[in-house]
């Protein structure tokens, strides 16, 4: 039956989401369940495309790649996959009729990983940002806003907002893992064997910018995704006010992280805020 099958698609991305990230996962949980499941949805779609050019160093990558890409467009096309991933992203994308532009988008940011190492021009890295980040925070605005238009016109451009502040924080946190077993640097004009404090403080301000733009976005969303979101981004907030306080040459040799202890507290002390409409 295909019900079982549908089932058990929902199921692995549910897992992928918890198994990936704990942080995410977290925020996950906090919204509305008739939400959530197309949320882990979209997330184990991007989180599956990222793993093979982030992690996949034994394998041919750019084959791998490919046979994703394929199954993909057939999934969308045919409204189904073996491919159990995809078979849920697929149900996500029609249900809400996500435009196949910001997958495509987001395919092709995550296709420059292969081959690309250097992002030299604001062009670029603005580019690159948008398929790998702000397509993906416009596709959760979709299930958000139930596929409401006037809604996700209104909020289209925080939710973008959003989306690169949250990669860009990724960025600065994962710097060493990037520029030292990737062999890549996303910010242009900017050194990283000569990573300095003024260079450091450009990025945080363009970050903080963003999430200015984003927080203004999230106070206006459906009750269902509110509370899940306004986690996220105190999450990551979090994180930017550690790298804020970490030296550049640190940033440099490790990789900031958030105990769990801290992700609770920041869950209790957001929940308040939001029950007390303090956002």
């Keep these: ?16 989401t918890q198994s990936y990230s704990t942080s995410f996962s977290l925020a996950t949980k906090m919204l509305s369940n008739s939400i959530r499941q197309d949320i882990y949805n979209i ?4 989180r599956f495309a990222d793993e093979i ?12 790649f490919n046979n994703f890409s394929n199954d993909l ?21 029609h249900r809400y009729d996500i435009d196949k532009s910001l997958v495509d988008a987001f395919m092709k940011s995550m296709r420059l990983d292969l081959y690309k190492q250097n992002y030299l021009t604001d062009s670029e890295y603005k580019d ?35 989306g690169s502040a949250f990669q860009k924080v990724n960025f600065l946190r994962d710097l060493k893992a990037d520029f030292e ?10 050194d990283l064997n000569q990573l300095d404090e003024n260079s450091k403080q450009r990025i945080i301000d363009d970050i903080e910018s963003d999430f200015a733009k984003g927080l ?41 992280r958030v105990p769990n202890y801290k992700k609770f507290e920041l869950l209790t002390r957001s929940y308040v805020k939001y029950q007390l409409n303090l956002l």
Excluded at 134 to 145: R, T
Excluded at 220 to 244: C, D, H, S, T, W
């Design 43 to 46: 997330y184990g779609f991007v």
């Design 128 to 162: 690159y940002i948008y398929g790998s980040a702000d397509v993906v925070g416009l596709m959760c605005l979709k299930v958000f806003v139930k596929g409401d238009k006037e809604k996700y016109n209104e909020l289209k451009d925080s939710a973008m907002s959003l």
């Design 181 to 190: 077993d990737l062999s890549r640097t996303y910010f242009p004009n900017t």
């Design 1 to 16: 039956m295909k019900a079982i099958f549908d089932t058990v698609s929902y199921q692995c991305s549910k897992t992928v």
């Design 216 to 256: 203004n976005g999230i106070k206006n969303l459906p009750i269902e995704a509110k509370f899940g979101v306004f986690m996220a981004y105190r999450y990551y907030r979090q994180l930017l006010k550690k790298l804020k306080k970490t030296p550049a040459l640190e940033i440099k040799s490790t990789r900031i």
């Design 53 to 64: 050019v982030d992690s996949f160093h034994d394998y041919d990558k750019e084959l791998l």
């Design 73 to 93: 467009e057939l999934a969308l096309e045919y409204k189904i996959s073996l491919n159990p991933i995809l078979n849920a992203f697929q149900e996500t994308f």
